[in-house]
């Protein structure tokens, strides 16, 4: 598989830039360091961290009895004027939290632009949402956020960002995502009388190396926004914390080692949509998206919270950083062939796949088998696969099976050998096995000889998903140990499972994902 041959807008001064030549997964982050740099982190681990970190926890403490005193019987429905000792309490807390990051390392805070006031913007939208660090401007603000309802009964934590009246989203109700939109509605229509909200519309964590898909739900009411640009100029990127990389505490230990740690925040200004953008709440998010890239100077990739779960999945085929995977499930996505894809469904495709006997299909052929009119789309899907203009339907279907079953990876070989084995004897050849392979991991380039030579100890000259599966079990590391990858797509070891990677937006926690991810990995053992 290899990137599309088109080009990836970008909204820097109206130019352009290859997509192939500059993409970064953006649900990928890692680290290295030099000697130098892993020497000072040494010495500021046992010297500067753990002042840094009882300091910080001692500022949480001091300000928890303040937002105790001030939620307390405060009604949660209403807006109340606020009297003068809660607006004294705002301050102090304001301080206390500046304080904390301030020994965090965070000692001057770059603001460019004005605030609006809530009556000129009822919603600021933040981005890029890459780190628990995009807390900064919350806390300067005390603007309401969304977050998850199990939130608030985190212990310190939970009496905190009451105080600042968020909007919760609860999982375990159904009807949840759509009250807090018609709360988010109400307020954003009070003129000013509630707090600003504060929305990160990406909905997860990113590397900041894009501006992924905005979610429409601050976009919805159809109200000013003032959209709000986040940048982290530092030597090295110990704030993002992204779905493959250094989990929570990692990040919080190098960052709190670092020296200084710089953080900008740009407040550009304020966005009215028009009658278009009122009555379609995406083509607002667009509009807004694309202003906010043009102020960061990166690219818009319309990859979604979704996308993520290819980042997570785990075992010994995980993606590589460089995966076209990516693409194709925003291509698949754009096309809505996705929708009501299961087990059957896959399987009828490589049956009929394979009753192809190895034809291949050109472009037009392929959007016949797609069943859907030749657009852009189509043809970028094609171009993933295609060579010397034809393509193979078994590749396509594979990759299918991987984005519509991430965590399942073993389901998905077990497929592709169905499609390409010999009917006499159920094996494949070396060509076919680097095929799949390079399918299943979204590769342009997989150098399987020394990898088939270990799994073909008898010199057959083919294999089985038998002889494969067994070889996997005893060797899980065997992409990296034969350098099955060319040097330009490194491969990462996967996150632990952390609570959540986006704290702001109650929508999505890696919770739900993690569920799903046992439960396929106890079928696959």
């Known amino acids: 598989m290899r990137f599309p041959n088109r ?15 500059n993409f970064q997964n953006p649900f990928v982050h890692e680290l290295r360091f030099t ?11 046992v010297t500067l961290f753990p002042v840094r970190l009882l300091f910080a926890a001692f500022m949480m403490l001091l300000a928890w009895p303040f937002a105790f005193v ?41 603001v460019k632009g004005r605030p609006a006031l ?34 608030k009964d985190i212990p310190v934590w939970g009496t905190l960002i009451k105080f600042i009246r968020p909007m919760f989203v609860s999982r375990s109700d159904q009807d949840s995502r759509k009250k807090t939109v018609e709360e988010i509605r109400r307020r954003a229509c009070s003129a000013g009388e509630w707090p600003q909200i504060m929305i990160f519309p990406e909905g997860t964590c990113t590397n900041r190396s894009c501006l992924i898909a905005f979610k429409p739900g601050a976009f919805i009411p159809g109200v000013p926004v003032q959209p709000v640009v ?53 083509l ?12 960061l100077g990166v690219p818009i990739i319309d990859y979604s919270f979704e996308d993520c779960q290819l980042a997570m999945a785990k075992g010994p085929l995980r993606l590589p950083r460089h995966t076209c995977l990516l693409e194709f499930a925003r291509l698949v996505r754009c096309l809505g062939l996705k929708k009501r894809v299961t087990d059957e469904v896959l399987h009828d495709e490589a049956i009929r ?53 991430p965590f399942r990876y073993l389901d998905t070989i077990k497929l592709a050998f169905m499609m390409f084995e010999a009917q006499e004897d159920g094996a494949v050849v070396e060509d076919e096995l680097a095929t799949i392979l390079k399918t299943v991991l979204g590769v342009e380039e997989f150098a399987v000889v020394d990898l088939f030579r270990a799994i073909d100890c008898q010199d057959k000259g083919k294999i089985t998903y038998g002889d494969f599966c067994g070889f996997m079990k ?12 060319h040097d330009s797509t490194p491969r990462h070891s996967p996150s632990e499972s952390r609570p959540s990677t986006n704290g702001f937006c109650g929508d999505f926690s890696p919770k739900e994902l993690n569920h799903h991810r046992t439960e396929h990995s106890k079928k696959q053992d």
């Open 284 to 295: 607002f998010a667009s509009n807004v998206r694309r202003i906010m890239a043009k102020a």
């Open 70 to 110: 001030a939620t307390v019987g405060r009604s949660e429905d209403a807006v109340e004027p606020l009297s003068w000792w809660r607006w004294l309490v705002d301050l102090v807390l304001k301080a206390i939290m500046r304080a904390m990051w301030f020994s965090g390392g965070f000692h001057w805070i770059r």
């Open 230 to 282: 986040l940048r982290y100029p530092n030597e090295m990127d110990t704030i993002s914390w992204t779905w493959q990389g250094p989990g929570a505490f990692e990040i919080l230990w190098l960052t709190l080692c670092q020296l200084h740690n710089s953080i900008e925040i740009e407040y550009l200004p304020t966005y009215t949509p028009s009658e278009e953008e009122k009555k379609d709440p995406a």
């Open 7 to 21: 080009k990836l807008h970008t909204a820097v001064h109206g130019e352009h830039s290859e997509a192939r030549a």
């Open 35 to 45: 000697p130098m740099q892993k020497l000072k982190i040494a010495v500021m681990t």
């Open 353 to 405: 796949a394979r009753q192809m006997s190895g034809k291949r299909l050109d472009v037009q052929a392929f959007a016949r088998y797609l069943n859907h009119p030749m657009t852009e789309a189509v043809q970028d899907i094609f171009s993933l696969f295609e060579e010397n203009g034809v393509m193979d339907v078994k590749e396509y279907v594979t990759a299918l099976s991987v984005v519509c079953r």
């Open 118 to 151: 809530p009556s000129e913007a009822p919603f600021l939208t933040m981005a890029p949402h890459s780190s628990y660090f995009d807390a900064i401007p919350v806390t300067m603000m005390m603007a309401s956020i969304v977050m998850k309802a199990e939130s």
């Open 474 to 485: 005893k060797c899980p590391d065997f992409v990296e140990q034969y350098h099955c990858l």
